[in-house]
């Protein structure tokens, strides 16, 4: 794993990733973490310092539900899982980077 | 109320936090594990991966604190900053607040210490006072006998004990002349009964309580300062009293203990508290009636309880003593509601007028800010656009009413700590006046208030500020034309001035009954007169011959006195409120038990009608008889039980002063005059002569010149004959009588004040709601100048558009009033509740001052320069 591999994450970006991972199946925080690394094929790592805040805060804003559940191997743990109004939030927030991502990439294909 | 809910469950969050960490640290550790390394290190690496633990459970904490503390710091940040962006506004809203909030609070200390708070000795709430009483006679008997006392203690189940006391003015004599000490001589079990011991010294011996037993008093801490110099060697000291009579109170008493300065019991002026034995051989007849009974209930044992326990004692009793108990019963009452008495409503009408002032500065503060929305219209709708929740933006306006409204309760609590002194200066005698303090429960109040304030003033311009849609197209359009809302903003004002008209209504009220009273022909002559007490004691009436001789005497002496036209004694002051009513018998003539006569009865010496320059109708009064008590009666006895008939020569009868029966013969017939009070028409009177002075009687004297004058010279010829007797309470009968309705007085004052307040403020409001729209309207009115409209119906329209609000006002102001006069009945004297008189002038005085202030605003838009205006788009 080398540095310039690594990205850091956009501004508010980790917000749509977390609901988005949630939106594939309840999972709890390590998961999450993990899940994101596999799909990025490591090139995104969240850091546990800001994916606990986010998902408390996401779980604050109704958007992500919450349950104590047993874990693959057999320990307690606080599953995620993602509410109607989360759902909602990650659609529009889909849209919005899909906007931006084009918008983005029409500018950096122009040629000079 | 998230973040209360929050703050309940702070202990188990934590504990989440920390299970759902250490869960992902033990899934990085089995991961270690899985890739080969040792446990110990795999862990160590899990924990360098995961970072400091506390420090994210501290970032989580944030998480779940944030909109609370932070939201509201950032709240009351910008609240501050529009504070001091607008000061004037802010200053006008924070001082009408302090002096609301700040009446409020002065006067709900009152009411707490005097109403709610309970007694200030230990559990206050066990005390009650007992009364024993005389179901078929009408009066009643407040009194009970000592033996009958321990009857009641020993045979009840109750009560902890129970105890009693009676006072007498005493003359101390060991200085250079005698003074006037208040003695309370009390039942075994005193200080039990009230639970509480002596600041200095001990309580009584059960010797000390015994008749024949060692002389002991317990001295009041204000007698400690006064004249020991707060000295602890006071105690084993003696103090000597005058008038001794032998074999009933030797004159020396050993000072056994210092009450605490806060025991002000019986009441407080009370100097010295002395055991009265109850075994003492003049103390056993069961008919004499000393003590005023007070008992302190078990724990748990409610009135009713102990009262039902108290009947069948008392049945037991009537059974054992047919003679003297047979017809008594008994009645309890709460302590504090005997020592409270009249001055409940009082405070209640106090604090309902404050409360209505309080409402009325909200209500001006509320269209104030109401009017300052529509300039932040353009602000509110950036918040709106910025993403702000309507909820967010009624949590920040509201947090700004909040800030002010804090502000005014703390200048308030200002005016509210100055408040015990002003009672304590304007009503003496209001009970329990000492206790009122300003502690943390009358800040809590203040505090409370604030908030509700907040409520009532801030909610209203919230909400409607914060109306989506309407908020942007407002922005747009309150230049050109109002909008409905103008509406609400009348509204409040003339709910102001509604209830301005209830508070000056019941000022008025009030007013107009102190102007009957002063007017009132009282049927006695109360100037010129000095009135004055000379101590006495209730065991000199043992030697009833001796006592009349030497009241005899002292009169005599006082009349010889240059200056002094009449002298006489009175058993209680003309015109001061107050009677003694009682059943009597009219010997001659047919009995019909049915019909009662109930009288007020009074004991006067000789010359007392020529004193007080009542008109002799009929006959001699008072004439010195030394075989039977001549008896006069007043002309609303003789018309009521005799008619047309001659009233003289009939015999009258009473046993209503149990032991002390009373018989004489009308000799005289006298005019009515307001004896039991100037407020009240002269009831049927029977005026008993006796040349007896017992404690509390008065002597009346005529004088010639000013009376005040005389004061003096008497004082001195008294000591001269009567040398260890004190004279006290030397004051004309004026000021006696203008003393009885201090309390009245002072009421219509407060609440006149408040009434001139309310009016003003409502007048305020009136003024600048008017002249708000007409600032907005300027451009209205200057387009219809423009167009030919007359100056003078411009102002015409604005001057009735004030003037409707102001007559719709006062109309429910008048039923509002009319719906609580009815609190004032009783304090009224010789207007009724819905005076005419009082009604068309309030209203008269209120459509007068709305007038300018309509006037003014509206001659202000006719003035509007139309080119002015135009220039302006």
């Keep these: ?112 | 109320m998230n973040w209360l809910k929050s703050l309940v469950r702070k202990d188990s969050q934590e504990k989440e936090f920390d299970r759902e960490l250490r869960f992902h640290i033990r899934e990085l550790t089995q991961k270690n594990i899985d890739a080969g390394m040792r446990p110990g290190e795999a862990h160590r690496q899990a924990m360098l991966e995961f970072g400091g633990k506390e420090q994210m459970t501290e970032r989580l904490r944030e998480v779940h604190q944030i909109p609370v503390v932070e939201t509201l710091a950032m709240n009351l940040r910008f609240a501050w900053r529009l504070v001091r962006k607008a000061p004037l506004f802010s200053l006008t809203i924070i001082l009408t607040l302090a002096l609301g909030i700040g009446a409020n609070s002065a006067v709900f200390s009152a009411i707490d210490a005097v109403l709610l708070r309970s007694l200030s000795f230990p559990h206050g709430d066990e005390l009650v006072r007992v009364q024993q009483y005389t179901p078929k006679e009408k009066s009643p008997q407040t009194f009970a006998a000592p033996t009958r006392l321990e009857d009641w203690n020993r045979m009840n189940s109750t009560f902890q004990a129970m105890t009693g006391y009676f006072v007498e003015d005493d003359s101390e004599t060991s200085g250079s002349l005698p003074e006037k000490l208040t003695h309370a001589f009390v039942a075994p079990r005193f200080l039990q009964v009230w639970g509480v011991s002596p600041a200095l010294g001990r309580d009584f011996t059960p010797e000390e309580e015994l008749f024949g037993g060692p002389n002991a008093v317990l001295i009041s801490a204000r007698l400690w300062r006064r004249r020991f110099g707060g000295n602890p060697d006071a105690v084993g000291k003696a103090l000597q009293f005058g008038s001794p009579i032998p074999g009933h109170r030797p004159s020396s008493y050993t000072i056994v203990g210092v009450m605490s300065p806060s025991f002000l019991f019986p009441d407080r002026d009370a100097d010295l508290w002395s055991p009265s034995p109850v075994n003492a051989p003049y103390a056993q007849n069961r008919a004499v009636t000393w003590y005023t009974v007070i008992g302190r209930l078990k724990p748990g044992v409610s009135i009713g309880k102990a009262e039902a326990d108290l009947a069948t004692v008392q049945l037991q009793l009537g059974k054992q003593f047919p003679k003297t108990d047979a017809k008594l019963a008994v009645q309890l009452f709460p302590l504090k509601q005997t020592l409270v008495g009249d001055s409940q409503r009082s405070l209640w009408i106090l604090f309902g007028s404050v409360t209505l002032l309080l409402l009325i500065a909200c209500t001006n503060i509320a269209a104030l800010l109401l009017a300052r929305m529509m300039d932040r219209e353009h602000e509110i709708a950036v918040r709106f656009s910025l993403g702000a929740s309507r909820r967010n933006v009624i949590g920040q306006l509201l947090t700004e009413v909040f800030l002010l409204a804090f502000l005014g309760s703390l200048a308030g609590l200002g005016l509210a700590a100055g408040a015990a002194r002003l009672f304590r200066t304007f009503t003496p005698n209001l009970p329990r006046v000492e206790e009122i303090t300003l502690d943390w429960r009358i800040v809590f109040y203040a505090l409370v208030s604030a908030l509700a304030v907040t409520f009532l003033c801030g909610m209203l311009p919230a909400l409607r500020g914060t109306r989506r849609g309407i908020a942007g197209a407002l922005a747009k359009s309150n230049k050109t034309q109002v909008s409905g809302r103008n509406q609400v903003q009348w509204a409040l004002v003339g709910v102001q001035v509604a209830l301005a008209v209830t508070l000056l209504i019941g000022a008025g009220l009030l007013q107009r009954s102190l102007a009957e009273l002063a007017r009132v022909a009282p049927g006695f002559d109360p100037t010129h007169v000095l009135t004055l007490q000379i101590s006495e004691s209730y065991g000199e009436t043992g030697d009833m011959k001796a006592l009349t001789q030497r009241t005899n005497r002292i009169l005599e002496t006082l009349r010889a006195v240059p200056g002094v036209e009449a002298a006489s004694l009175v058993s209680s002051l003309p015109g001061v409120p107050g009677r003694q009513q009682i059943e009597i018998k009219i010997v001659e003539g047919e009995q019909d038990p049915n019909r009662k006569v109930i009288v007020d009865s009074r004991f006067v010496s000789t010359g007392y009608f020529a004193a007080m320059h009542i008109p002799v109708l009929v006959g001699e009064p008072c004439q010195d008889s030394p075989n039977a008590t001549p008896v006069t009666v007043n002309r609303s006895f003789a018309n009521t039980y005799f008619g047309q008939g001659p009233a003289i020569g009939h015999h009258l009868i009473s046993t209503a002063y149990s032991g002390f029966p009373l018989s004489g013969e009308i000799r005289g017939v006298v005019g009515d005059a307001r004896e039991q009070g100037l407020n009240s028409e002269p009831m049927p009177t029977v005026y008993w002569c006796s040349n007896v002075a017992f404690p509390g009687t008065y002597y009346v004297v005529r004088t010639r010149g000013e009376p005040t004058a005389l004061a003096d010279p008497l004082r001195r010829t008294i000591h001269e004959i009567e040398p260890s007797r004190s004279v006290f309470d030397v004051a004309t009968l004026q000021e006696h009588l203008t003393g009885s309705f201090a309390e009245d007085r002072l009421r219509t004052i407060l609440l006149s004040l408040f009434a001139i307040t309310a009016v003003s403020l409502a007048c305020l409001g009136l003024y600048g709601t008017l002249s708000y729209f007409v600032s907005i309207r300027r451009r209205e009115v200057g387009l219809r100048l423009a167009l030919g409209a007359m100056r003078q119906h411009i102002a015409l329209r604005f001057l009735l558009q004030g003037l409707r609000v102001s007559v719709v006002g006062c109309l429910f102001g008048l039923a509002l009033a009319a719906a609580s006069v009815r609190l004032l009945s009783g304090m009224l004297y010789g207007v009724s509740s819905f005076d005419p008189v009082t009604f068309a002038g309030v209203i008269t005085l209120v459509l007068v001052v709305a007038v300018p202030a309509t006037l003014l605003p509206a001659v202000r838009a006719a003035r509007t320069d139309p080119m002015h205006v135009l220039r302006d788009e």
């Design chain 1, 1 to 112: 794993m080398t540095p310039d591999k690594k990205s850091e994450l956009l501004q508010g970006t980790l917000d749509m990733l977390i609901l988005k991972v949630v939106a594939l199946c309840p999972i709890h925080g390590y998961g999450i973490s993990q899940r994101i690394r596999q799909i990025s094929k490591d090139v995104l790592q969240v850091q546990q310092g800001s994916l606990y805040p986010a998902l408390h805060r996401l779980e604050k804003r109704g958007w992500l539900e919450s349950a104590w559940r047993e874990s693959e191997n057999g320990r307690q743990a606080k599953f995620y899982k993602l509410s109607a109004k989360g759902r909602k939030q990650l659609a529009q927030e889909e849209l919005t980077w899909q906007r931006l991502a084009g918008a983005i990439a029409l500018i950096l294909q122009t040629s000079e």
